[in-house]
């Protein structure tokens, strides 16, 4: 009985030694398998690792290049001359040394335009452009335009105008042009036909034929009155006729600059009272117009005559 007992404990213990050897014996052949899983591929990334891209380089100095070159930007012109008005919303019209010349208004100018008064001095500057479509055309486009900081100072000086100058004026109904010579008076200075003489001390402008055609320019005060002048101009113009005042488009066709135009009419003699103002500087001008032989060529010289005329 107790040899039948020793076998089964025999085979159990044989069995269970097997399986220990068993499990002992996995662990070797498991090993070489954690080295291939954290193999690193860093060899083949630093090779493969690519150059700095050329075409970022390009676009770093574009950035720092300027948007247009200051060759092609259009030149400044600076100049002077005397306001004449507005021809239309988007240009002005400017008396300057080469004559009544246009110019276009740039962007943000409207507000200056309230500023200004017909034959204000002004400054300004402008840059000149060619028309887009047709490169034969240029305009004149302002960037700056206000008055002149000097009373003055825009308007040419004597020494600066020419000795004579180019007048237009129309004689019996056709517009013609006249050659007028440079002369000076108390503050101011204008050009003088030849069939006229000029006395700067008295200011008169006379016709040689007939020295009864004639104009008195005088100087005013800085702080002359309008409204006294008009009075003043009534009573002198009373005994002659009735006395009429003209309105702005009946004043712009014979002279610019007008702020008061009477007028008076008798049976041989028509008799004229005005204020004329140029730079903030007013002047009275007094015209005699006989109704004579001479009357239908004084009207037009003389009123071109006084037209010329500028501040000093």
């Given at each position: 009985m107790k040899s039948q007992r020793k076998l089964p404990v025999l085979a159990a213990t044989v069995v269970l030694m097997l399986a220990i050897t068993a499990c002992s014996g996995n662990t070797p052949a498991e090993a070489p398998i954690e080295p291939s899983s954290t193999t690193s591929p860093t060899p083949a990334q630093s090779t493969a690792s690519p150059s700095p891209s050329p075409s970022t380089e390009p676009s770093s100095s574009s950035a720092t290049e300027p948007s247009s070159s200051p060759a092609k930007?259009?030149?400044?012109?600076?100049?002077?001359?005397?306001?004449?008005?507005?021809?239309?919303?988007?240009?002005?019209?400017?008396?300057?040394?080469?004559?009544?010349?246009?110019?276009?208004?740039?962007?943000?100018?409207?507000?200056?335009?309230?500023?200004?008064?017909?034959?204000?001095?002004?400054?300004?500057?402008?840059?000149?452009?060619?028309?887009?479509?047709?490169?034969?055309?240029?305009?004149?486009?302002?960037?700056?335009?206000?008055?002149?900081?000097?009373?003055?100072?825009?308007?040419?000086?004597?020494?600066?105008?020419?000795?004579?100058?180019?007048?237009?004026?129309t004689l019996e109904g056709m517009e013609e042009e006249k050659t007028a010579t440079l002369a000076t008076g108390a503050g101011y200075s204008l050009y003088v036909f030849d069939i006229f003489t000029f006395d700067a001390k008295t200011g008169k402008l006379a016709m040689k034929v007939d020295p009864g055609y004639y104009a008195e320019i005088t100087k005013l005060p800085s702080d002359?009155?309008?409204?006294?002048?008009?009075?003043?101009?009534?009573?002198?113009?009373?005994?002659?006729?009735?006395?009429?005042?003209?309105?702005?488009?009946?004043?712009?066709?014979r002279m610019t600059g007008i702020r008061l135009y009477l007028t008076a009419m008798g049976s041989d003699l028509t008799r004229e009272y005005v204020v004329k103002e140029m730079d903030g500087q007013g002047y009275v001008i007094k015209l005699n117009i006989p109704q004579r032989e001479a009357s239908e060529g004084f009207g037009p010289h003389v009123y071109a005559s006084l037209d010329s005329m500028v501040s000093r």
């Open positions: 930007e259009a030149k400044m012109i600076h100049g002077t001359g005397i306001y004449v008005g507005q021809i239309d919303n988007h240009s002005v019209e400017i008396k300057t040394e080469e004559g009544a010349t246009s110019f276009e208004l740039g962007a943000g100018l409207e507000q200056s335009l309230e500023t200004l008064n017909m034959d204000d001095p002004v400054v300004f500057e402008y840059a000149q452009r060619s028309v887009e479509g047709d490169s034969s055309i240029s305009q004149r486009v302002l960037s700056k335009l206000e008055k002149s900081a000097e009373s003055g100072s825009a308007a040419p000086s004597t020494g600066r105008l020419a000795k004579t100058k180019t007048l237009k004026l002359f009155n309008l409204d006294a002048l008009q009075l003043e101009g009534e009573e002198e113009l009373a005994s002659t006729g009735k006395v009429t005042a003209l309105g702005q488009k009946e004043r712009d066709q």
